[in-house]
């Protein structure tokens, strides 16, 4: 069997669809339906024909030897038939006309086929569907090698399925959505100076209208997620901004007033009103640089600015309750957008605290990988593990979607071990 | 090879099943008509003609399935269905319990085989 290899190539910027092979309608193959239709009914009539005769050799045996059974074997014979006849029309003639025809007079079983493939796994990327889309057309149809050229939003890439074999005709059939073009994609014939038949194209050229529009729809949500995460990036680097400026502007501003006004209890002396007047002035400043440090202790952890998200981490471990703890990662990490450090600092302090006051656990490890192109956050704990039945509170809501609206994933399973694992993970093209 | 794993099972039950049929059925078409036991008459020889003609064509269509053609399959099936056809007359009106045991025996490997060989192919993506 072919393996599946994947690969981006740069291609030109015109999509190759030329040349495409005209398609004509083209009646069913006479032969075909005959063999599909005897070898159906012949195998239903040698099943019913062995039924019949190892029931009715039973009874004999049971009237010792007998050679006539007696007429209610006949009656169990007919009943075994009919109870069973239909389920075996059912499977035989799926498996039979899968055989016979390859999907290729069933396009609708083939377009069905695909689609349980990709409702297999709703939450693909649209890579993966790509993936998903040109492996199902490779088995369903047999074919060694199945290609689609897309944009997928980082330039035109051409996803691959099995090798093109020598002397064999490559066909590329345009993949278009409503008037847009989409893509395109690429086949060759099975085997060596064959090409592919009449039929074989018909049903690509129908399956590619579907895949332009599932195409069509994994682009538009893919653009949706990207918007997604652009404005939390955003709204995360405002916030250290404002922060920032909060921080280092107006908070040692309310310092020095409430200094100045200080000075200027000491200057008016022994005035009784103006003495309270600056009095509450003062408690006034003092308030309101209270409100401001917890401002900015809302808008963004201080410890990540402080620290680094890797400090942060490993002061949170110091500042957690009563478990055991462990931090592992890596000595350094690349710059990170401020989005990214305050989702995982937030997940880790949620599901560490989860473990301490949910699960009762006694020891917590926490593991930063850095893998190619995934960020990888892992707690895992000794805790009592989720309770059955399980039930999502706010807490894992809120874990699950700080980590999809900057295009991760979150999942929280019992641990190995036992315990509970809380895996969040961020492609780095996001970060 | 693009052949599923069923497909290979099946061809080795083909080979064997057309192997052990043929030690018995040679003797019998060298020897022509002849008697099971005494007073008891063998198979017909159109019979053993048909038999000996079905596992001979099993066993090309072993190679054809071995070699994952259609055809092979295609072929394999047909024989299968055939063999468990000419497997009734010995089930109904095999004069000894043995021989009827064995009728059934072949009815059930050649069942086997067809289901082997229409079971779908695995998925690459499941795989």
């Known amino acids: 069997m072919s393996h599946t290899t994947p690969h981006a190539d740069s291609v030109a910027p015109q999509l190759p669809l030329a040349p495409s092979r005209e398609l004509r309608g083209v009646s069913r193959p006479s032969g075909a339906v005959l063999l599909s239709h005897g070898l159906l009914y012949g195998i239903l009539t040698v099943y019913v024909s062995v039924i019949y005769a190892i029931v009715v050799t039973c009874g004999g045996f049971i009237y010792y030897w007998s050679t006539i059974a007696p007429w209610w074997f006949n009656l169990l014979t007919v009943l075994i038939i009919a109870a069973t006849v239909l389920p075996v029309h059912t499977w035989l003639r799926s498996s039979i006309d899968r055989l016979v025809y390859d999907w290729h007079d069933n396009p609708y079983a083939a377009l069905s086929e695909l689609r349980q493939h990709l409702d297999r796994e709703p939450d693909q990327t649209p890579q993966a569907i790509v993936l998903t889309i040109i492996t199902t057309i490779a088995a369903t149809l047999r074919l060694p090698y199945v290609a689609i050229t897309t944009d997928l939003g980082f330039g035109l890439q051409s996803t691959t399925y099995g090798t093109q074999l020598a002397n064999t005709e490559r066909v590329t059939i345009s993949i278009t959505y409503g008037s847009a073009q989409v893509g395109a994609l690429h086949t060759a014939a099975r085997r060596p100076n064959e090409s592919l038949s009449t039929n074989d194209l018909r049903l690509l050229n129908d399956l590619a209208r579907q895949v332009g529009i599932t195409l069509h729809a994994a682009r538009l949500s893919d653009a949706l997620q990207d918007s997604r995460t652009q404005l939390v990036t955003a709204r995360e680097e405002e916030r250290r901004r404002i922060r920032r400026d909060l921080h280092d502007g107006l908070g040692p501003t309310l310092a020095a007033l409430r200094l100045q006004l200080s000075a200027l209890r000491h200057t008016v002396g022994h005035n009784p009103d103006a003495t309270q007047l600056i009095d509450e002035l003062r408690a006034d400043v003092r308030a309101a640089t209270g409100e401001i440090r917890r401002l900015v202790y809302d808008l963004r952890p201080p410890m990540l600015d402080e620290f680094g998200l890797l400090g942060a981490l490993r002061n949170l471990e110091l500042t957690s309750d009563g478990m055991e703890r462990s931090i592992e990662a890596p000595a350094e990490l690349p710059p990170l957008p401020a989005a990214v450090e305050v989702a995982l600092y937030r997940i880790a302090a949620e599901a560490l605290h989860n473990s301490a006051r949910h699960a009762q656990a006694t020891r917590c490890t926490i593991r930063l990988a850095l893998n190619a192109a995934l960020l990888t956050l892992t707690v895992t704990d000794n805790g009592s593990g989720l309770p059955t039945p399980y039930l999502a509170g706010v807490g894992h809501n809120s874990m699950h979607e700080r980590a999809a609206e900057l295009g991760g994933s979150l999942s929280i399973l019992p641990a190995p071990t036992g315990g509970t694992c809380v895996t969040a993970t961020f492609q780095l093209k996001v970060v | ?127």
């Open chain 2, 1 to 127: 090879m693009n052949r599923p794993r069923s497909h290979t099972i099946a061809a080795v039950l083909i080979v064997l099943y057309s192997l052990i049929s043929l030690m018995f059925e040679l003797p019998n078409l060298m020897q022509g008509p002849g008697e099971l036991a005494p007073g008891v008459e063998g198979p017909p020889v159109f019979l053993t003609i048909i038999n000996f003609t079905l596992l001979i064509l099993g066993l090309v269509s072993a190679y054809g399935v071995w070699q994952g053609q259609k055809w092979g399959v295609l072929l394999a099936i047909i024989v299968a269905a055939l063999s468990a056809l000419s497997g009734i007359p010995a089930i109904l009106f095999a004069p000894f319990l043995a021989l009827r045991l064995s009728g059934v025996l072949g009815v059930i490997w050649s069942a086997a085989i067809i289901v082997l060989l229409l079971r779908p192919r695995p998925n690459p993506i499941t795989a």
